[in-house]
């Protein structure tokens, strides 16, 4: 019995004495650990060591959040909106055609409207008879828009102060007697609605001239409600296409 009893001393004396090193040993390990969070973080103590600085009053509400920049104001004036600046565009036929089949509701215009003629030239590059298409153009720069449909391969451009300078629309490849021309004539056509001035729409080639002046050509087209084909034909021009 006493065999038994010694060692359960012994082993509670043991036992006091681990708990004695442990206890020892998790304070030195927290005193280390302090001591190396201290060297660490030197800074740690500076709230409870300056206690002068003038500490937030409780009572303070916190700052309003700053509000959001206000958003620049946009100056969407109606004259920006209405003709765009130019016929470069990077949509695509579909997009550019939903576009273009967009109308005003209402018929009167809160501006002064002068109907426009759109000229549409569907070529293959440079119009050869460009020169004269200047001298029927020039001096009515209000009344009408020029739009151009050239092969996507040409590259050139006309003069700078050309009223054919800028006025070259996104063109995709044409083959003739093929519905791509449609198709091309239908681009044209978008072109043009974008702006709203334009009123009338001429579908022209490069082989077409002018054979009256502008005046007469815009009188005539602007007071005419119906859609026309080879509006100055004759016998000869109809014989054409042997009809
Ligand atoms: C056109 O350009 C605009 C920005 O310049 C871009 O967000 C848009 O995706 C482009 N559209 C097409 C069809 O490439
Ligand atoms: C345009 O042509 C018409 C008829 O041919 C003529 O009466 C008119 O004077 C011409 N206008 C100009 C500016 O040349």
């Not at 501006?111 to 001298?135: I, S, T």
């Not at 609605?193 to 815009?218: K, M, Q, W, Y």
Request: aromatic share 10%; with cysteine.
């Amino acid at each position: 019995m006493k065999d038994t009893n010694k060692p359960t001393r012994a082993s509670r004396s043991g036992g006091k004495l681990l708990y004695v090193v442990h206890m020892l040993l998790f304070l030195s390990l927290g005193f280390v650990l302090g001591m190396a969070s201290m060297a660490k973080f030197p800074n740690f103590n500076i709230p409870f060591v300056v206690p002068s600085l003038p500490s937030p009053k409780p009572s303070a509400p916190p700052p309003p959040p700053t509000p959001p920049p206000a958003p620049q104001k946009l100056q969407m004036g109606l004259m920006s909106f209405l003709p765009p600046s130019g016929v470069i565009h990077n949509m695509t036929d579909e997009e550019l055609f939903w576009r273009a089949s967009m109308a005003p509701k209402q018929r009167r215009t809160p501006y002064h409207r002068v109907p426009k003629v759109a000229f549409l030239f569907l070529v293959r590059g440079d119009l050869p008879l460009r020169p004269l298409w200047e001298k029927f153009f020039a001096g009515h720069r209000e009344l009408y828009t020029i739009y151009v449909h050239a092969d996507p391969s040409y590259t050139g451009s006309p003069p700078e102060d050309s009223v054919f300078y800028g006025r070259m629309i996104p063109s995709q490849k044409t083959k003739w007697g093929d519905v791509s021309l449609v198709e091309a004539e239908s681009r044209l056509l978008a072109s043009a609605l974008l702006d709203h001035g334009n009123e009338r729409f001429v579908l022209l080639s490069e082989a077409c001239i002018p054979v009256r002046n502008f005046t007469t050509v815009h009188a005539f087209l602007t007071g005419s409600a119906t859609s026309i084909v080879d509006s100055y034909g004759d016998g000869d021009c109809r014989a054409r296409y042997d009809r």
